[in-house]
Every structure is written in C-alpha cells, then in structure tokens.
C-alpha cells in the first residue's frame, strides 16, 4: 500500500497569503496524485487531478506540481474560502487507493 | 451537476452487518466506477472500494473479505454491505463517484456508529 504523507499536519495564515501544501508518496505514483478540499459538514471537492490539471470550477489561483514521490499544492493568494483542510490521493494503477491524513489551513 | 446522497442505519451492533445505499441524480451511472470512502479520526480517509456500472469490483484488500458492493443502474443506486462489524468499523460513510481512479463526486456522507 501506498503512504501519502502531508506536511505540514497545520498551517495558520491570512488571506491575501501564498501558501505551498507538501505530500510525498511512499514510493512513486507517476502523476497520479489529485488534491482535495473538505470543509465541515460538506462533500470533499476534487480541485486537482494527474498532479496539475484543475478539476471543473476550480480556480486558477489553486495550482499542482511534482512527480514520483513528491507533490505541491499551491494557493497564490488565500481568499477567505480557502481555509479547509486539504487532502492529497494517488490513484493511477496502485491498488489501494490511499489518502495523506490533511494539513489544515486555519485563520490566523 | 451530479449528486449522491448516502441512506442508511447510522447504528449498527457488532458482529452484524452494516447496510448502505448511495442514490445518484443528476448524470448517468454508465462509464465510471462508484466507490465507498470511510473517515475515522484516526486513520483519515480510506478507501473501501468500487464497483462499475455493469457490477464489476475492484476492493481494499483490507477489508475484502468482509465487503460486498452491487449497483442498480435502472435505480440509479448502488451498495455496501460489510459484515461482522466492530467498533473500528465506526466511521463516516461516504459515497462517490470516481472517475478513472478519482473520486470526483462525493455524497455529503452518513455516519455509522457500531455499538450495543
């Protein structure tokens, strides 16, 4: 099974700031990695897929880089939305599907 | 705008088996594959499994002796089942629907707790 770590595990900012998300595979997913946003009491929303491609709707400040084992997410500027806890998932070929744990992004 | 609601007993006592149905409106089930999510405080998200359309399946080997899913695509609905459940099987239930392998779609989600 695959392990998906996020760094790191909390992160408190203001709107207006950029912010990079880390997630490292176990072993390498290719570009097979999509990020999550999950706000309470609602359905998780895919934002990025194939590492950097935008899900419909997503904005354009929300981007995705990396290969392999390592993977950002990065939001350019924070508007007040944003803050949610963010997940990353490998999918590809790699059986079972698996999730990092969230970094949260909290309000300063 | 696809969406799915997930229905189901939110108590369940050990040992017996957990029952959970996901409506979809909104698009067709045809072409992609339909997958159960859990959440638990202390292992995050974890995937169950899916099925698609025409019924095959594809499961966590963690959980694979114990999971049965089906789908009814003339109900636009599909299925969990996990038997012999225990107090780890207390989660957050969710549905979804995956497109190659991300879930795309999810349900709001359902909370099953295993208890007597």
């Known amino acids: 099974e695959i392990v998906l770590t996020q760094s790191p595990a909390t992160l408190s900012l203001s709107p207006g700031e950029r912010v990079t998300l880390s997630c490292r595979a176990s072993q390498s997913v290719s570009s097979h990695l999509a990020w999550y946003q999950h706000k309470p009491g609602q359905a998780p929303r895919l934002l990025i897929y194939?590492?950097?491609s935008r899900a419909t709707g997503t904005p354009a400040r929300f981007s995705g880089s990396g290969f392999g084992t390592d993977f950002t997410l990065t939001i350019s500027s924070l508007e007040p939305e944003d803050f949610a806890v963010y997940y990353c998932?490998?999918?590809?070929?790699?059986?079972?599907?698996?999730f990092g744990l969230g970094t949260r992004l909290e309000t300063k | 705008q696809v969406h799915l609601q997930e229905s189901g007993p939110g108590l369940v006592k050990p040992s017996e088996t957990l029952s959970l149905s996901c409506s979809v409106s909104g698009g067709s089930m045809i072409g992609y594959h339909w997958s159960w999510i859990r959440q638990t405080p202390g292992k995050g998200l974890e995937w169950i499994g899916y099925?698609?359309?025409?019924?095959?399946?594809d499961y966590n080997p963690s959980l694979k002796s114990r999971v049965t899913m089906s789908v009814d695509t003339s109900k636009n609905q599909f299925s969990l089942r996990l038997n012999s459940v225990t107090a780890a099987d207390t989660a957050l239930y969710y549905c979804?629907?995956?497109?190659?392998?991300?879930?795309?779609?999810w349900g709001q989600g359902t909370l099953v707790t295993v208890s007597s």
């Open positions: 099925i698609s359309h025409i019924g095959s399946t």
């Open positions: 979804a629907r995956t497109w190659g392998t991300y879930p795309d779609f």
């Open positions: 998932q490998q999918g590809g070929n790699w059986r079972p599907l698996t």
């Open positions: 194939d590492t950097s």
